[in-house]
């Protein structure tokens, strides 16, 4: 199932290899909007309120474990496109104790930090009980999320994006199923859920781990490989924290968004957890191809195909662009309709603010799309800091404007400022590559 993406019709090549991510990462919001759906409909606004919440704040933290392994990822693809196998076994050995120290490290602060954590958050008052119950039972599946990620960022590398969508399909029909069991059955609560969602997560960790290890022969790793280089140390290093940083940076705004929403009230809260689940759905499989792109930039870049990857810039912001104006108008349309999956008729005050938000933030993903676009690509290239910096930019303008425009007009100087952000770093972004990218421009 291994693919090169150096031959070949370059969209072609590029939609093969990320329609399964897409797959996959719908697949894995499942998890989340199974939880939102059972939550919302069988235990009520508060209970959607909390895991909300915590669901903004778990993306967070997964986002840390995310950008590392997609560092790492970046640097498998440059060599598996140069050919070096003995380095990226190397790279491999190292990385995965580099990336597992700082998951156990995140663990035991998250659970030490945790009633830190909820008022930071600002959640309410009736709240604050059953969010603590959810958390402290999600928080134990984190190793599991880092399992799944990195061992899906190492099969991504070498053009198997198959693999890690077969065993979300899996995990996914285990999620559900305990979701209907645990919530409805055995009236377990939002602890029911977040049970469920542990247990699915391991099974895909656990899973995708021990294929990598015994049916990919380029993982192998024998004691040879088991060794100490600290200039390959140093290269993940640098490609995977920056990107961690990118990511994290990127879902820390979105967390003190949160907050700022928290603090309109139950109503707000609900509506914008089941807002921001058709957001991300929505926008999710672009973002994969966004880091589809990027895997194709780098094998491409790691085997000196810069025309490829010219051509490949192209066809992608077609793509992107197609995707993105198709996607906003199905959700601006049918916005109603999207709010009812969870949550009740009778709920008028969280309907009226969901639907506003997804037909403000909801006609401008092809910011967003962009955005993906370019976070790619400067990974790939080894720019991962430029990454970072579009993602402040981005996230800089959201927080701020959002804050400094909330008390005058409501929760719609949230909405508004989200694709304010996005369109400032697009541009940041373009500048930049036009300037300082001139093998890729010139070739």
Request: net charge positive; proline share 2%; charged share 10%.
């Given at each position: 199932?291994?693919?090169?993406?150096?031959?070949?019709n370059i969209t072609k090549t590029m939609l093969l290899f990320a329609l399964p991510m897409m797959?996959?990462?719908?697949?894995?919001?499942?998890?989340?909007?199974?939880?939102?759906?059972?939550?919302?409909?069988?235990?009520?606004?508060?209970?959607?309120?909390?895991?909300?919440?915590?669901?903004?704040?778990?993306?967070?933290?997964?986002?840390?474990?995310?950008?590392?392994?997609?560092?790492?990822?970046?640097?498998?693809?440059?060599?598996?496109?140069?050919?070096?196998?003995?380095?990226?076994?190397?790279?491999?050995?190292?990385?995965?104790?580099?990336?597992?120290?700082?998951t156990i490290f995140i663990n035991i602060l998250v659970f030490a930090?945790?009633?830190?954590?909820?008022?930071?958050?600002?959640?309410?008052?009736?709240?604050?009980?059953?969010?603590?119950?959810?958390?402290?039972?999600?928080?134990?599946?984190?190793?599991?999320?880092?399992?799944?990620?990195?061992?899906?960022?190492?099969?991504?590398?070498?053009?198997?994006?198959?693999?890690?969508?077969?065993?979300?399909?899996?995990?996914?029909?285990?999620?559900?199923?305990?979701?209907?069991?645990?919530?409805?059955?055995?009236?377990?609560?939002?602890?029911?859920?977040?049970?469920?969602?542990?247990?699915?997560?391991?099974?895909?960790?656990?899973?995708?781990?021990?294929?990598?290890?015994?049916?990919?022969?380029?993982?192998?790793?024998?004691?040879?490989?088991?060794?100490?280089?600290?200039?390959?140390?140093?290269?993940?290093?640098?490609?995977?924290?920056?990107?961690?940083?990118?990511?994290?940076?990127?879902?820390?705004?979105?967390?003190?968004?949160?907050?700022?929403?928290?603090?309109?009230?139950?109503?707000?809260?609900?509506?914008?957890?089941?807002?921001?689940?058709?957001?991300?759905?929505?926008?999710?499989?672009?973002?994969?191809?966004?880091?589809?792109?990027?895997?194709?930039?780098?094998?491409?870049?790691?085997?000196?195909?810069?025309?490829?990857?010219?051509?490949?810039?192209?066809?992608?912001?077609?793509?992107?662009?197609?995707?993105?104006?198709?996607?906003?108008?199905?959700?601006?349309?049918?916005?109603?309709?999207?709010?009812?999956?969870?949550?009740?008729?009778?709920?008028?005050?969280?309907?009226?603010?969901?639907?506003?938000?997804?037909?403000?933030?909801?006609?401008?993903?092809?910011?967003?799309?962009?955005?993906?676009?370019?976070?790619?690509?400067?990974?790939?290239?080894?720019?991962?800091?430029?990454?970072?910096?579009?993602?402040?930019?981005?996230?800089?303008?959201?927080?701020?404007?959002?804050?400094?425009?909330?008390?005058?007009?409501?929760?719609?100087?949230?909405?508004?400022?989200?694709?304010?952000?996005?369109?400032?770093?697009?541009?940041?972004?373009?500048?930049?590559?036009?300037?300082?990218?001139?093998?890729?421009?010139?070739?």
């Amino acid at each position: 199932m291994n693919q090169t993406l150096t031959r070949g019709n370059i969209t072609k090549t590029m939609l093969l290899f990320a329609l399964p991510m897409m797959a996959g990462n719908l697949l894995q919001q499942f998890y989340n909007i199974t939880d939102t759906f059972i939550v919302g409909k069988f235990l009520g606004k508060d209970a959607l309120a909390a895991v909300g919440s915590a669901y903004t704040l778990m993306t967070f933290l997964t986002s840390i474990l995310l950008g590392l392994s997609m560092g790492n990822g970046v640097f498998v693809s440059i060599c598996f496109g140069k050919k070096e196998e003995e380095r990226l076994k190397t790279g491999t050995f190292l990385s995965f104790l580099f990336i597992a120290a700082i998951t156990i490290f995140i663990n035991i602060l998250v659970f030490a930090g945790m009633d830190f954590l909820l008022v930071f958050l600002n959640i309410p008052a009736e709240i604050h009980e059953m969010m603590r119950q959810y958390l402290w039972i999600i928080f134990w599946g984190l190793a599991a999320v880092f399992l799944y990620n990195y061992f899906t960022a190492l099969l991504r590398s070498i053009g198997n994006s198959m693999v890690p969508l077969l065993f979300l399909v899996v995990s996914t029909i285990v999620n559900i199923a305990l979701d209907l069991l645990f919530v409805i059955t055995f009236r377990m609560g939002v602890g029911g859920a977040a049970l469920a969602t542990v247990i699915a997560q391991y099974i895909a960790g656990i899973g995708i781990a021990l294929y990598t290890i015994f049916k990919c022969p380029v993982f192998h790793i024998k004691r040879i490989h088991m060794r100490w280089d600290s200039s390959i140390l140093k290269e993940i290093s640098q490609l995977s924290i920056l990107t961690c940083l990118q990511q994290s940076v990127m879902n820390f705004g979105i967390l003190m968004v949160q907050g700022l929403v928290n603090s309109f009230g139950t109503a707000v809260m609900a509506a914008f957890a089941a807002a921001v689940k058709i957001d991300s759905f929505a926008y999710m499989p672009v973002q994969d191809f966004g880091n589809a792109f990027s895997t194709f930039t780098a094998q491409n870049y790691g085997a000196g195909e810069y025309g490829r990857i010219q051509e490949g810039i192209k066809k992608a912001i077609l793509t992107v662009t197609i995707f993105c104006l198709s996607i906003s108008a199905l959700v601006c349309i049918f916005a109603r309709q999207l709010m009812l999956i969870f949550v009740q008729p009778h709920e008028t005050e969280v309907l009226a603010v969901g639907i506003q938000y997804l037909r403000v933030e909801g006609s401008f993903y092809i910011g967003i799309g962009f955005l993906f676009l370019l976070y790619g690509f400067y990974r790939a290239v080894k720019k991962p800091g430029m990454s970072l910096i579009l993602t402040i930019v981005s996230l800089g303008t959201r927080v701020a404007l959002a804050y400094a425009t909330a008390g005058t007009f409501g929760v719609i100087g949230i909405w508004l400022a989200i694709p304010i952000g996005w369109f400032l770093a697009d541009l940041l972004g373009y500048i930049y590559y036009k300037k300082s990218c001139k093998w890729a421009v010139e070739t």
